[in-house]
C-alpha cells in the first residue's frame, strides 16, 4: 500500500529526525538518493550535461547536493539561481567544489540538457509558480532533456493535488521519505511522472493513520470476498439493482453486467429494463417491482438510467447498504441520506458531485480531495469521486481517503459508470464494508478496463467482460 502523508506532518517528522542527527545528515541522505535516481534516468552519467533549477528552500539545497555528487562522477552541471540572494550557501558550495558552474544565460544550457533537476519550490509552496520562473520551467519542458523534480513538481500544491497556476510538468519525481498527497491525486499527479520514494528514515516518526493511501494488489486480494464450500447463491449475497428506464434500457443491461462480475450469488433486477435484461443475462431475477416486493437483499445499487422511474425512496427506506449512481443523485436530500441506519455509498462523477456541493464541475476537478471529503461529511456517506484518479471517502473523521492507482483514459466511455456500480453494489452485497467494496470495485473496474484495452478503445461491455481477468490477475498476484 501507498501512504501519503500531510504536509505538517512530514514537517513534524522530518524535525524529530533531525534532532537525532548530525546537522545536514538528512539533506545528505536525500541528496544521495536523488542523485542515484538521477544516474538512473541517465544511465551513463560521465560527459552528461546537467542543469539544476534551484530556488531558496531546502529543495533548492537537495538539488545543488545531487548536482554536486553527480559532476563528482563527471557530470557537466550547471546551476540556473532562481533565487541568487537566497540560495542554499554550503550547496552551492558544494558544487562549485565539485567543478559545478552557475550558468549565465538560463535558457542556453537548458537548450543542451540531457537531465533537467526541478529544485524550485518544495512541498511549502503555494499557488504555482512565480512569474520569473515560468520561462525557465517552459524551457525545460519543451527541450529534450528528462526532467525530475525534487520531491514533487515545483507549482503543485502537495497537500491536495490542486495546480492553480503555472507548473513544472516532470518525466520523475523522486521524493523523500513519504509521499505525499498531491502525487497521487490529479490533476497534480499528472505533472509528476513516474515517482520513486526514496526512504531517508521517516517511517518510525510517521503516524500509523495516513491522510491518503492507495491499494495495491496485495492489498485488494485480501479484500476479494470468496465462498466456501458450504456457500450458495443466497450465503454469498443477493444484489437488488434498480436501474434503467423506457428512455436508457441499456443502463439496465450494463449495470446487471457489472454486477454478475462482482461476486454475488444472485441479481435481483427491478425496472422498466426488466426485458432487456432477461434477453441478455437469463440467470437475472427479474422482478416487476416495486423494489420492496422484489425478494430479500443484502444491497441495493440505484440510479443508472433510472430517469423517473419509481422505486428509489423504496430503496433508501430498506435496511440493508445501498449504492446510490447516476439518475439517482439528482436532487437527493443529505437529510434522508443521513437517516439511513444502513450503510450509503454514493458514486458520482465531477458533474454530479458538484450539482451535490452546489458549487461547478471545475472547481470540483481541480480541489478533488476537498470536494470528496466535503461530500463524504454532508451525506453521511462513503463517497467514490470518479475520475482520472477515482477518490473514495468515509464519512468518518480521521479515516484516510483512498486514491484508486488503476485505470486507462479510454474508461471514458458512455455505459462504464454502470459497470462500476453493479460491480461495487454486488460487492456489497457479499458483505464488504462499503469502503473495501468501493475500493475494490473501482480497482477491479479499472484493471479490468486496461486489461480490455491495451491502448486501443473500449466500450463498457468490453469492461465487463474483463473483470474475472482482473480478479484473477489481482487474486494469483
Known amino acids: 500500500m501507498r501512504t501519503a502523508y500531510s504536509v505538517e506532518t512530514v514537517r513534524t517528522a522530518e524535525r524529530e ?32 550535461h546537467v542543469v539544476l533549477l534551484v530556488g531558496s528552500g531546502d529543495n533548492g539545497g537537495d538539488a ?44 542556453d544550457v537548458l537548450a543542451s540538457a540531457d537531465l533537467v533537476l526541478d529544485g524550485i519550490t ?41 495546480v492553480t497556476g503555472e507548473a513544472v510538468r516532470a518525466d520523475a519525481t523522486v521524493t523523500f521519505g513519504a509521499y505525499k498527497p498531491g502525487l497521487l491525486i490529479d ?25 491518503v493511501e492507495a491499494l ?43 454486477a454478475l462480475h462482482g461476486g454475488a450469488g444472485a441479481v435481483r433486477y427491478v425496472g422498466p429494463g426488466r426485458d432487456a435484461v432477461l434477453a441478455r443475462f437469463p440467470e437475472a431475477l427479474v422482478h416487476e417491482g416495486p423494489p420492496s416486493q422484489a425478494g430479500r437483499v443484502q444491497a441495493w445499487a440505484a440510479g443508472p438510467g433510472l430517469g423517473d422511474s419509481p422505486g428509489l425512496d423504496e430503496v433508501l427506506a430498506s435496511d440493508v447498504p445501498v449504492l446510490i449512481d447516476a439518475d439517482g443523485l439528482h436532487d437527493l436530500d443529505p437529510a434522508a441520506v443521513r437517516a439511513r441506519t444502513a450503510p450509503t455509498v454514493l458514486t458520482p462523477h ?9 458549487t461547478d464541475r471545475t472547481k470540483v476537478e481541480v480541489a478533488r480531495l476537498s470536494a470528496v471529503r466535503e461530500l463524504a461529511s454532508r451525506f453521511g456517506a462513503t463517497v ?23 485505470g486507462t483514459p479510454w474508461l471514458a466511455t458512455a455505459g462504464s459508470g454502470d459497470i462500476l456500480s453493479g460491480l461495487t453494489g454486488s460487492l456489497l452485497a457479499t458483505g464488504l464494508a462499503p469502503r473495501d467494496a468501493a475500493s475494490v470495485g473501482a480497482y477491479l473496474h479499472g484493471l479490468a478496463a486496461r486489461l480490455a484495452s491495451r491502448g486501443a478503445p ?20
Open 17 to 48: 529526525l533531525m534532532a537525532r542527527l548530525p546537522e545536514g545528515a538528512l539533506m545528505q541522505r536525500a541528496a544521495a538518493g536523488l542523485a542515484a535516481a538521477c544516474a538512473g534516468l541517465l544511465g551513463r552519467v560521465r560527459g552528461a
Open 64 to 107: 545543488l547536493y545531487a548536482g554536486a555528487r553527480l559532476a563528482g562522477r563527471g557530470a557537466a552541471v550547471t546551476a540556473v539561481l532562481l533565487a541568487p540572494d537566497r540560495v542554499h550557501t554550503a550547496g552551492l558550495a558544494a558544487l562549485r567544489g565539485a567543478g559545478g558552474r552557475v550558468a549565465d544565460d538560463p535558457f
Open 122 to 162: 518544495g512541498i511549502g509552496g503555494h499557488g504555482g509558480l512565480r512569474p520569473d520562473a515560468v520561462p525557465v520551467a517552459r524551457a525545460a519542458h519543451g527541450s529534450d532533456a528528462v526532467v525530475v523534480a525534487v520531491d514533487l513538481p515545483s507549482g503543485v500544491e502537495a497537500a491536495s493535488g490542486e
Open 187 to 211: 490533476p497534480a499527479h499528472e505533472y509528476a511522472g513516474a515517482v520513486q520514494l526514496v526512504d531517508i528514515g521517516l517511517g518510525p516518526h510517521l503516524p500509523s493513520v495516513p491522510d
Open 216 to 258: 495495491q494488489h496485495a492489498d485488494v486480494a485480501v479484500l476479494l470476498p470468496e465462498p466456501s464450500a458450504e456457500s450458495d447463491k443466497y450465503r454469498r449475497g443477493v444484489l437488488g439493482v434498480l436501474a434503467g428506464s423506457a428512455r436508457y434500457p441499456g443502463a439496465a443491461v450494463l449495470a446487471v453486467a457489472g
Open 350 to 358: 465531477a458533474g454530479e458531485a458538484a450539482a451535490l456541493l452546489g
Open 384 to 406: 467514490l469521486l470518479k475520475g482520472s484518479t477515482t477518490l473514495i471517502a468515509s464519512p468518518e473523521e480521521g479515516v484516510p481517503v483512498r486514491v484508486n492507482p488503476t
Open 458 to 477: 473500449v466500450s463498457a461491455f468490453d469492461v465487463a467482460r474483463h473483470v474475472a481477468s482482473a480478479w484473477r490477475n489481482v487474486a494469483e498476484g
